[in-house]
C-alpha cells in the first residue's frame, strides 16, 4: 500500500498526498431512483415468494448432483493409481531428482521468450509425459 501511495504522488507537488477525482454528477431520467412497489401488493409479493422458490430449488438440485457426484464418480485407471486403491501402506518409493543451471534455464527462457517458471514446467511436464508413455508402452 506505501507503494501504491508514493507512486500516486503528484509530480508537481510530492508533499501532497492523492486525493480521488469527484464523482461525475449525473442527470437525467435514468440516473433517478425509482420508487420500489410495496411488497403489500400481491404481484410484488409473490414475485418475490416465487424468486425465493426458484433460488431454493436451484440450491437443493446443487446439494443433490454435489452428493451424487462424490457417492458415484470415480477416477478412471491410469498407472498413477494404487492397484489395491491405496490400501499398501509400506511399499517402497523412488525420487529422481536432477539438478538445473540456473543460466541454461535463462537462457531456454529468452530464447523462447516466456517466464522461468513457464520452463520448469514445461520440463516436469515433459519428464513426466515421457515416465508415463515409458511405462504404459505407448511410445
Known amino acids: 500500500m506505501t507503494l501504491y501511495v508514493a507512486s500516486s504522488r ?5 508533499a501532497r498526498l492523492p486525493t480521488m477525482p469527484p ?14 412497489p410495496p ?16 433460488l431454493a430449488w436451484h440450491t437443493l438440485v ?5 452428493v451424487a457426484t462424490i457417492l458415484f464418480l470415480s477416477d478412471p485407471r491410469t498407472m498413477f493409481m494404487r492397484p489395491d486403491g491405496g490400501l499398501e501402506a509400506h511399499r517402497r518409493k ?9 543460466d ?26 515421457r515416465y508415463y508413455f515409458r511405462m504404459s508402452g505407448k511410445w
Open 104 to 129: 541454461d534455464v535463462k537462457l531456454i527462457k529468452t530464447a523462447v521468450k516466456c517466464t522461468i517458471n513457464d520452463v520448469l514446467v514445461g520440463v516436469t511436464s515433459a519428464a513426466l509425459s
Open 23 to 36: 464523482p461525475p454528477r449525473r442527470t437525467g431520467e435514468i440516473y433517478q431512483l425509482q420508487p420500489r
Open 39 to 54: 411488497l403489500s401488493s400481491g404481484k410484488a409479493l409473490l414475485a418475490w415468494v416465487l424468486w425465493y422458490l426458484v
Open 10 to 14: 503528484s509530480t508537481a507537488d510530492p
Open 94 to 102: 523412488r525420487f529422481v531428482h536432477r539438478n538445473l543451471s540456473l
Open 62 to 66: 446443487d446439494c443433490v448432483l454435489l
